[in-house]
C-alpha cells in the first residue's frame, strides 16, 4: 500500500507509486514548495519516470501521495525531448475562454475517459528546478495538460467534470477503483 507523505516526513522517492482512487490525498489541496531541495529534485525524477513508465504525458506530486505543489510532464510527440518538464507552485491564467471539449485520461482513474471543456489557451507561471522563473502560454494540447495537473494540485479530478452520461458509462470503472 503506498505511503501518504505528509508536510515534515521525509520522502523516499523510490518508494513513490502512482496513486489511485479513491485515495484521499488526491482530493487534498497541495502546499507550496518553500525550497527546491535535493529531496525535491530526487522526487521530480522518480515522478517522470512513473510517468514515462505508464506512458503518461503529465502526473501531480498528490498523485504519489505527496500534498505538494508540483507537476512533471512530457510532449510524447517530441522525440528529441529528454525526460520531461518539472514545473513547481504553478499558477495559470486564462487567456482564451473559448471552451474546447476533449476526451482525458488519468493515471490516477485507469480504464475511465471523461470529455472535459476547458478553455483554449492558458498561461503558465511557475519555477523549473533550477529555481528559475517559467512563463509559457500555450494553445495547444498542452494547454490543456497544464490544465489537467494544476486541478490535481487543487483537489480535483476529471470525474469532477462529467456530465450524466459519462457518469453512467464510467460507473463500472469507478466502483471498481473503489473495491481495490
Known amino acids: 500500500m503506498p505511503v501518504t507523505y505528509h508536510a515534515h516526513m521525509a520522502v523516499n522517492p523510490a ?23 535535493d529531496e525535491v529534485r530526487a522526487v521530480a525524477d522518480r515522478m517522470l ?17 505527496l ?17 520531461g518538464q518539472v514545473i513547481i507552485n504553478p499558477s495559470l491564467e486564462i487567456i482564451d475562454p473559448t471552451p474546447v471539449d476533449e476526451s482525458e485520461g488519468c493515471l490516477s ?3 475511465v475517459d471523461v470529455t472535459v471543456r476547458r478553455p483554449t489557451a492558458v498561461r503558465l507561471r ?6 528559475d522563473p517559467i512563463v509559457d502560454e500555450r494553445d495547444d494540447h498542452f ?10 494540485l487543487e483537489g480535483v479530478l476529471i470525474i469532477d467534470r462529467m456530465n450524466t452520461m459519462e457518469r453512467l458509462r464510467n460507473r463500472k470503472a469507478l466502483r471498481q477503483l473503489k473495491r481495490a
Open 143 to 152: 494547454a490543456r495538460v497544464y490544465q489537467h495537473e494544476y486541478d490535481h
Open 15 to 37: 518508494s513513490l507509486l502512482i496513486e489511485c482512487y479513491p485515495a484521499p490525498i488526491l482530493r487534498t489541496r497541495a502546499d507550496e514548495i518553500s525550497q527546491i531541495t
Open 67 to 83: 500534498p505538494w505543489r508540483l507537476f512533471v510532464t512530457r510532449d510524447p510527440d517530441d522525440r528529441h525531448a529528454e525526460g
Open 126 to 131: 511557475a519555477t523549473n528546478l533550477d529555481g
Open 49 to 65: 519516470w512513473l510517468m514515462s513508465e505508464a506512458e503518461g504525458i503529465g502526473l501531480a506530486a498528490p498523485q504519489v501521495g
Open 109 to 111: 482513474l485507469p480504464e
